[in-house]
T-cell receptor
Framework: DTGVSQDPRHKITKRGQNVTFRCDPISEHNRLYWYRQTLGQGPEFLTYFQNEAQLEKSRLLSDRFSAERPKGSFSTLEIQRTEQGDSAMYLC??????????FGDGTRLSIL | AQSVTQLDSQVPVFEEAPVELRCNYSSSVSVYLFWYVQYPNQGLQLLLKYLSGSTLVESINGFEAEFNKSQTSFHLRKPSVHISDTAEYFCAVTGASNDYKLSFGAGTTVTVRA
């Protein structure tokens, strides 16, 4: 079990730039999730994939956000035209149906 | 929809003393409940889970939590803490029939002092 892997661990960018994060889930997990965690808060659900299908998106996921899981394995989360309010830790998790979610170490995004 | 309230934002405790972290949830359907622990600059690690069966669940490192349906609670306890237990602890809930979306509490920071 190699765990959930996220890349990069840290991203610093200027306001208005686009950023993309990658998540590699545990290989046998067909479910993949993205969460956002701001300072002093618990994670908030963003979106969820079962295999390659994106089955739910939170209202937190504005039009500037897009997530993909093209082959049902790794996933990417892209934020276009970043804003100050996008600064947060972006967490990826994976699981099998009916089993607990296993989290990666996250990507910390800082907007200058 | 489900929600979680963690009643204590900060809990200072001395080494070898007991600790209790309180968690209450709200849901109109059957739930699954979890405790996760987060160390600085890391992701969340699963500490305990309640899916069904015995209402008292235990972890390998001495934590336990009890699911109380009538009080809608899932409090976390440890009889004797170590310095290494210093971390942030999150309670989370999901509906048993829509178990893809975890709802987290705001977290409880536990600081263990010698």
């Amino acid at each position: 079990d190699t765990g959930v892997s996220q890349d990069p661990r840290h991203k610093i960018t200027k306001r208005g730039q686009n950023v993309t994060f990658r998540c590699d889930p545990i290989s046998e997990h067909n479910r993949l999730y993205w969460y956002r965690q701001t300072l002093g808060q618990g994670p908030e659900f963003l979106t969820y994939f079962q295999n390659e299908a994106q089955l739910e998106k939170s209202r937190l996921l504005s039009d500037r956000f897009s997530a993909e899981r093209p082959k049902g394995s790794f996933s990417t989360l892209e934020i276009q035209r970043t804003e100050q309010g996008d600064s947060a830790m972006y967490l990826c998790a994976s699981s099998s149906p009916g089993q607990p979610q296993h989290f990666g170490d996250g990507t910390r995004l800082s907007i200058l | 929809a489900q929600s979680v309230t963690q009643l204590d934002s900060q809990v200072p405790v001395f080494e070898e003393a007991p600790v209790e972290l309180r968690c209450n949830y709200s849901s109109s359907v059957s739930v699954y409940l979890f405790w996760y622990v987060q160390y600085p600059n890391q992701g969340l690690q699963l500490l305990l889970k309640y899916l069904s069966g015995s209402t008292l669940v235990e972890s390998i490192n001495g934590f336990e939590a009890e699911f109380n349906k009538s009080q809608t609670s899932f409090h976390l306890r440890k009889p004797s803490v170590h310095i290494s237990d210093t971390a942030e602890y999150f309670c989370a809930v999901t509906g048993a029939s829509n178990d893809y979306k975890l709802s987290f509490g705001a977290g409880t920071t536990v600081t263990v002092r010698a």
